[in-house]
């Protein structure tokens, strides 16, 4: 049985990770901000009242899993907004950067005590942080914030390396939750190929950054 940690964990892509990992017997830590019954359903650890831009509030709850070795750990949680040149947004910009860039950094630092020699690091990022793949411009705070932290999850690779933890970077696709509108795929369908990916990644193709379909994506 592994331990999984997962952020971002009360609805949408993060509750199904939840459910799958929990279906596979694994242990799993479901963190966010506020449980939804949807996740205390089924019956896993939660451990809410945790806000991934607050150090206190991150460190505080790191210092709780004492003793805690976990096998992976996924930084999935995240928002959107849809700035466009002319409707900027700079304070919710802002916002998407705490949240989406420096979450997933604030939370893999607090847990390195938690993690050993083969453990995971996930980071849940977007193709719409791709560089190479911009063709339609707009949504300025989500695509610079997932871009940030593709580059956040590469130097966290190349640190982490000597310590025997790996990290990937995942584009879940388009995704049918509350975030995008229930537009896309359904998020059993995007959760699957999440862990799937999650399984085969090791060292040797740590701070890669892949489809959950199985593509590897460019920067």
């Not at 003793?67 to 907004?81: E, F, H, R, Y």
């Not at 939370?107 to 063709?135: E, F, H």
């Not at 190349?158 to 388009?174: C, N, W």
């Not at 049918?176 to 059993?188: K, L, N, Q, S």
Request: overall charge negative; charged content about 20%.
């Amino acid at each position: 049985m592994s331990t999984v940690l997962i952020t971002g964990a009360n609805r949408g892509i993060g509750l199904e990770l939840c459910r799958q990992y929990k279906q596979r017997n694994d242990r799993v830590i479901a963190v966010c901000r506020q449980s939804s019954s949807e996740l205390n359903a089924l019956d896993v650890e939660v451990r809410d009242g945790v806000d991934v831009t607050e150090e206190g509030s991150v460190n505080t709850f790191a210092s709780a899993l004492q003793g805690v070795k976990l096998d992976t750990l996924i930084n999935n949680a995240g928002i959107l907004s849809s700035e466009t040149l002319a409707s900027l947004d700079f304070d919710y910009i802002r916002r998407q950067f705490e949240v989406n860039t420096l979450g997933p950094l604030r939370v893999t630092v607090a847990l390195l005590k938690c993690l050993k020699p083969g453990s995971k690091v996930a980071i849940v990022s977007s193709r719409m942080g791709s560089i190479a793949d911009n063709t339609s411009g707009g949504y300025y705070g989500y695509r610079m914030s997932k871009a940030a932290v593709n580059m956040a999850g590469v130097s966290l690779a190349q640190d982490l390396h000597e310590r025997g933890i790996a990290v990937v970077l995942l584009h879940p696709g388009m995704v049918a939750t509350e975030m995008t509108g229930r537009t896309g795929i359904p998020p059993e369908e995007a959760a699957s190929g999440l862990i799937a990916r999650i399984d085969e990644v090791d060292l040797q193709h740590s701070g890669y950054f892949w489809h959950a379909s199985g593509e590897r994506l460019s920067w």
